[in-house]
Each structure stands twice: as C-alpha cells, then as structure tokens.
C-alpha cells in the first residue's frame, strides 16, 4: 500500500488543487504517475475545469515521404504561447498512419483506411484518446478534397464536388457548381469562401467567390464578392491563398508583384485582410524582407495557420515562419520557429488545434 502523504487527501481536496493549474501544467501532470493520471482523467475533474480556455495550437500535417506505418503515430503540435514543440500520441486509434487534416472545437479530423480499403473521417480527441468514425468515403476524397468543419459539427469534403454530413449516418454529395477546383477554402460561419481563377491559360485572375451551405447543397450558383473601391487588389499578390482571420474576417495571403507584368518577381509577402461587415480590405502584415529571402529560392511555399497566427514553411528553409498578431498591435510580430519535425526539407502544411480536455467526439 502506498504510504504517500497525498494519497491521504480527499478527492475533492485534490481535484481543489489541481483545478488551479493551468491546462498546460495539467496535461504534464497527467503523466507523473496513475493516481494523478486517474484523477485528471476523471469526469467529475473535467466538469470542474469545462470553463478554462483552450490551448491555441498549431499541428502539423507532414508531407506524403514522410509518412509512413508506425505502431506509434502521433499528431505533431506547436505551442507559440511558450515556442515548444509538442506530441499527443495517436495510438489509441485502431488505423494505420492516420493523417491529421483539420480541427474544430477541440477535435481533430484525420483521414484513416477503414476495414474495406476505403479512407474513413475520424474525429478524436487526442488529449482524451477518445474518437468516432464517419461513414466511409472514397480514396479520391482524401487525395483531393479540402475538410471543412462547421461550429454545428457539419463536415465538408470541398473539390470540383462535395460530401456533406451532417449527423443523419450517410454523406450527401453534389456539384460544388464552380468553374473550377476551389482554392484554400475555408469556413466561416455557415458559408464558404474560396478563391477561384477565371483567367485565361496563359495568365491568372483570381477572384473571390462565397455560398452558403444551404445553398451549396441545392447546387446554386456562388456569389462573386467584388466592389470597385477594392481596385486590383486580387492583381497585386502572386498564388494568393485564404486564411481564416479572428471573428469575421479573411486572410488573403501571397506574394507581392514587383509589376503587373507577366512573370514578375515578388518583393515580399503580404497578408491582406477583409473584414466581411463592411467589406472592406487592409493591410495586415508584410514579411520582414530578410525574412522573405530565405523563401526566395524555395521552390515551393506552404501558408496555413487561423486567427491572428499564420505559419509559413517553404521546401529547404528548415523552419517556420510565423506571422503573430495575438498581443501586437499594427501589423504584428514576425519570427522563426526551429526544430520543424522531418528530414530537412520544411515543408509542411498544418491547422489551428484548440486542444481542451472536454470536447467530446
């Protein structure tokens, strides 16, 4: 019998205790040993703390040459709050190498082979080891499409077509009805926003399209956003791609043209942002120009991040770049973050993960 002084303390008392700390120093607490594990994991503990913010991450999804089957995957996170790097193990999940695509309160979506050699949603929490499968879909879902996830817990698999669930045990599926494959989608509220080229061959125009899943769902048409205050503001980035900013504003983000010729350099990178309630568009942040020249001879750049945090990788940089605008005030704050999981080459893509301990599959 274990003689220790704590074990002598009521539940309550400790539960007290532990309520105290922040979720952080919880999650480190919950590997000290099984007592402590048990009462942290308990559900009467996790009532106590339903309240306390969650931890804005950013977790990583590792290009394809770098996955490979494990008996021990894991999802891959960083903590810009306290610059560390972090691992959730992903053992729990009864799939091979599970691949981490999105997240939305508290919960991570991550595509895995089901039984008949189809790919699968699973939606888990990686704090609690804890999941649930969706109904699956097919290998070209994964390969191509884009998992959009609403605050209702609708799920959206965006190509040249879509799969919707909602809940009701089956995926419904139909025409996305755009001219073409959307770009960097994302979500906001209940209605979706992409960029799409309606250019020529030989040069790109991108514009700005949006539709609700309402009306995604009866196959209409999307809305063109536009005014002509807005100028040439979609002419002046190179590959602009969507970011989903704080509240209800997009980050459009991409290099800015030296010139409106064709094949014009870029000077740096820029970060626009639109406020949808008055349509209006500023600047947000400019990459320092040191900083852009160790992403000027990459031959590939990866954008993605939310809210007031974007992260850029480019292949053979080593390293993130992270644009934080969480405590700045103007155009934020711009630094490196070393220690990038894999071989060498950086690149990688990734979401926003508010990791909490009540979110339930």
């Known amino acids: 019998m274990d003689t220790s002084p704590i074990h002598l303390l009521p539940q309550d008392t400790l539960h007290h205790i532990f309520s105290n700390l922040p979720l952080r120093q919880i999650l480190i607490c919950r590997s000290v040993c099984k007592l402590f ?24 999804r590792l290009p394809h040459h770098h996955r490979h089957v494990s008996p021990h995957p894991f999802l891959r996170v960083f903590d810009p709050d306290v610059n560390q790097w972090l691992r959730f193990p992903l053992d729990f999940l009864p799939f091979r190498s599970p691949v981490p695509v999105a997240s ?12 008949d050699s189809n790919k699968s949603l699973v939606l888990c929490n990686p704090l609690t080891r804890k999941f649930r499968v969706l109904p699956p879909l097919g ?40 001219g073409a494959k959307p770009r960097s989608p994302i979500l906001i509220c209940d209605s979706v926003f992409a960029l799409c080229d309606v250019g020529s061959p030989w040069r790109s125009q991108w514009k700005l399209f949006s539709c609700s899943i309402s009306e995604l769902k ?53 970060i626009l ?25 990459s031959s590939k750049l ?3 991040g939310g809210g007031d945090r974007v992260c850029f990788s480019g292949r053979r940089v080593g390293r993130l770049a992270i644009w934080d605008c969480s405590s700045e005030v103007g155009k934020g704050e711009w630094r490196w973050t070393d220690g990038v999981p894999g071989n060498g080459d950086g690149l990688c893509r990734g979401f926003v993960f508010e990791a909490t301990l009540t979110a339930l599959p």
């Open 37 to 60: 594990h048990q009462i942290l994991t308990s559900p009467s503990f996790l009532n106590l703390i339903a309240l306390r913010p969650p931890l804005h991450l950013l977790a990583l």
């Open 104 to 115: 939305s309160l508290g919960l991570v979506f991550l595509w895995a082979d089901s039984p």
């Open 139 to 178: 290998s070209a879902w994964s390969r191509h499409g884009t998992v959009l996830v609403g605050m209702d817990g609708r799920v959206l698999v965006l190509t040249e077509i879509a799969a919707l669930y909602s809940g009701s045990g089956q995926w419904l599926k139909f025409s996305s009805n755009l």
């Open 218 to 270: 009866k196959s209409r048409g999307w809305n063109r956003l536009e005014k002509h205050e807005w100028g040439d503001v979609f002419d002046i980035l190179k590959r602009p791609r969507l970011v989903r900013g704080t509240g209800n504003r997009i980050l459009m983000v991409g290099g800015l043209k030296s010139s409106f010729s064709l094949n014009a350099l870029c000077s740096t990178i820029l």
């Open 273 to 297: 942002r639109l406020d949808l309630d008055t349509l209006e568009w500023d600047e947000a942040g400019r990459m320092p120009s040191e900083m852009f020249g160790c992403f000027q001879e």
């Open 302 to 304: 990866k954008v993605f």
